[in-house]
């Protein structure tokens, strides 16, 4: 960018403050935790922006657009900065747009759908949904840091995920409000099925500035901890869990021991040797789970009322994408891989890939209900990395057991698993993004016209 471009962009916003140059506060937002795949550190390590402009409204947001459009400059959106694939990295400079100072809450319906603009982080929404009877169907273990944008825009479920699905499924996100780069950006709404066309597109085809997200009916919940002697023991009770519509239940997550070696905060709901089954179950079943883990012979080790986020220990800290952090700080040559398995052919399909690879791979399962209705075991399996080579044969491995991977160390949209089929985010982009000026070269089938 020059000086010129650099006035120009400062221009679009009404405080100059909110336009940042310094170069470390640029490179830290300039990031996010792409350092959880050591082939993505490698790629990405020496990738920052020029400057960060951080909009309070749409209106500036579309102000910037223009200005970077008529310039030529690159715009890469940004939250929290917390997802796992680099897709918040600018990968060739100029802008990155920091949207958390975009955080109204406008409304909660009265029918349980938000309106928020995609700064608003999904803690604070969660909060302020279930102050008026509402909560969230799911969302990643980063609640507390991560934005509503950026959990659109770059991620996929988690807690919840049992009972409502991933983000995109069963119409959770109503609605979506995006911002165009082009001479004049246009504000567009996306409604109903056409959301599609921007979710998980890591904002390379448009800017969200408003979201109209679906609730669920708030529930008082309770969690649980079981050891079992067996993994095997472990995943049919959780699975059992999981699948039985008569449990109200909103994360069932087992770790095949050793992982829990690694949640060295909470050791006491760990047992040496044991596999480990974390739940959140609706207070009003605890007891009823409770006899329930001990008929399969499970050891409770945990079994308390959940008063929020802040409730101590806070299991779903412990599941989802944290459970690979926890072992990264044991042993930072662990990473990680995203699985589907089969709901009928799971046993046989844990079978071979503990007898091909070992402890080279540690089963993490995470219950997630499909777009079908079915619940499958979806996994995020930890991987002690050696070399790329060997993590990419264990990647085909899996698929050619029938075991589905998204690949958590690829840095584009198409690479990741999560691209849509029919190549709608790609044809959207072509609409909304001609020059191929949103987060350049995450979108690799995209050409510039
Ligand atoms: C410990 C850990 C655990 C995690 N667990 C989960 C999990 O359980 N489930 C899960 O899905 N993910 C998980 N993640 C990944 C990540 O935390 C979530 O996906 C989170 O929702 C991302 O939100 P963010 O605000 O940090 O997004 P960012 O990282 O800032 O952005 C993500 C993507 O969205 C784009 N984007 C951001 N805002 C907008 C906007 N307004 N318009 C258009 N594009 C935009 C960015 O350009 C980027 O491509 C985890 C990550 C970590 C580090």
């Not at 471009?5 to 221009?11: C, E, K, P």
């Not at 021991?257 to 949640?263: E, G, R, V």
């Not at 891989?337 to 709901?343: D, N, R």
């Amino acid at each position: 960018m020059t000086s010129d471009d650099l006035q120009a962009v400062t221009a679009c916003v009404s405080d100059a403050d909110r336009v940042i140059t310094n170069a470390q506060i640029v490179q830290r937002l300039s990031r996010d935790f792409y350092w959880y795949s050591p082939v993505l550190k490698k790629l990405l390590d020496d990738k920052v922006a020029e400057v960060v402009v951080q909009p309070v409204s749409t209106a500036e947001v579309v102000k910037v657009l223009a200005c970077c459009y008529a310039r030529g400059v690159p715009v890469t959106a940004r939250g929290a900065g917390t997802g796992n694939y680099g897709q918040a990295i600018p990968l060739h400079g100029g802008v990155v747009l920091d949207l958390l100072r975009m955080d109204a809450i406008e409304e909660i319906t009265g029918d349980g759908v938000a309106v928020v603009e995609p700064g608003v982080r999904l803690g604070v929404l969660e909060n302020a949904a279930r102050a008026v009877g509402w909560e969230l169907r799911c969302y990643p273990s980063t609640i507390v840091k991560a934005s509503v944008g950026g959990f659109l825009g770059g991620g996929s479920g988690g807690i919840g995920s049992v009972a409502h699905g991933g983000l995109r499924s069963f119409a959770t996100v109503r609605a979506v409000e995006v911002v165009t780069m082009e001479a004049e950006p246009r504000v567009v709404l996306h409604k109903g099925e056409a959301v599609h066309e921007v979710l998980h597109a890591w904002g390379t085809n448009g800017i969200m500035t408003k979201v109209w997200l679906a609730l669920t009916p708030a529930v008082a919940w309770a969690q649980c901890a079981v050891a079992f002697a067996s993994f095997d023991a472990a995943f049919d009770f959780g699975e059992k869990i999981a699948c039985d519509e008569a449990w109200m239940k909103r994360l069932v997550t087992v770790f095949e021991w050793p992982i829990p070696s690694c949640f060295t905060s909470i050791a006491n709901v760990t047992r040496s040797g044991q596999a480990l089954v974390f739940l959140m179950i609706a207070e009003a079943q605890l007891e009823q789970l409770r006899a329930a883990a001990e008929a399969a012979g499970g050891e409770v080790t945990l079994a308390a009322p959940y008063s929020g986020l802040r409730t101590v220990p806070l299991l779903s800290d412990y599941t989802w994408n944290h459970t690979t952090l926890w072992a990264m700080k044991q042993d930072s040559a662990f990473t990680y891989l995203q699985c589907g398995f089969s709901a009928s052919q799971a046993r046989r399909q844990f079978a071979v890939l503990k007898e091909k690879f070992g402890d080279e791979l540690l089963l993490h399962l995470e219950f997630l209900k499909t777009g079908t209705g079915e619940v499958i075991p979806a996994a995020i399996p930890l991987v002690r990395f050696t070399t790329e080579e060997r993590l990419n044969e264990m990647i085909d491995f899996c698929r050619s057991i029938g075991v589905s991977v998204a690949n958590p160390h690829s840095n584009s949209v198409e690479g990741g698993g999560r691209y849509r089929e029919d190549n709608i985010q790609l044809l959207t982009k072509q609409r909304y993004d001609p020059r191929g000026l949103l987060n350049p070269g995450k979108m690799v089938t995209f050409q510039p016209q």
